[in-house]
């Protein structure tokens, strides 16, 4: 395996792999994003998961079963937000803009994450999604958007549809 379960973004956020605890294809998946302690970070807006760039839009978009996150502040308090239905987590098939997200690709976005009120800071974020197939463990990118500030998390563990779903080949005219 190429990848890594635990990355340093860069953002002073850390991202980890937390399931599947091991390297077997699995249809459920979650991260957990860290402020990293005694680094300087804002608080995460929106967070774009990398999603089997070969593959149709709509193939894309039957993938995703559920989705959400739960954001964890310094108080204790929590705040949690299960999507599609409440847009807070969806398949996004625009390529974004690199001042929206730095992550310049087609995948699963978690967006109008919380933030916290005065002192009260995001301290951290659990993302979970569950996918209709399982889907084998590969290096993916994750774009993290926090305040004016962004970064891309390279080789990052996370579900790849290399060998599960055949790429479309299109007829360029």
Known sequence: MACERIVDAGNGWQVELILPPTDDPSATFQYELTRIEGETSQEMSNIRICLCPGISDSDREDLLDTCSYTVYFEDGSMETCTGPSQACCFIDNNIP???????????????NIPSGEGDNEQESIVLNFTFTISLPIGSVSMGLKAGNTSAVATNLCGPVCDDVIPPRRGIIL
Do not use: H, M, T, Y
């Open 97 to 111: 803009n690199p001042n929206e997200n730095p992550a310049a690709c087609e995948g699963l976005k978690f967006d």
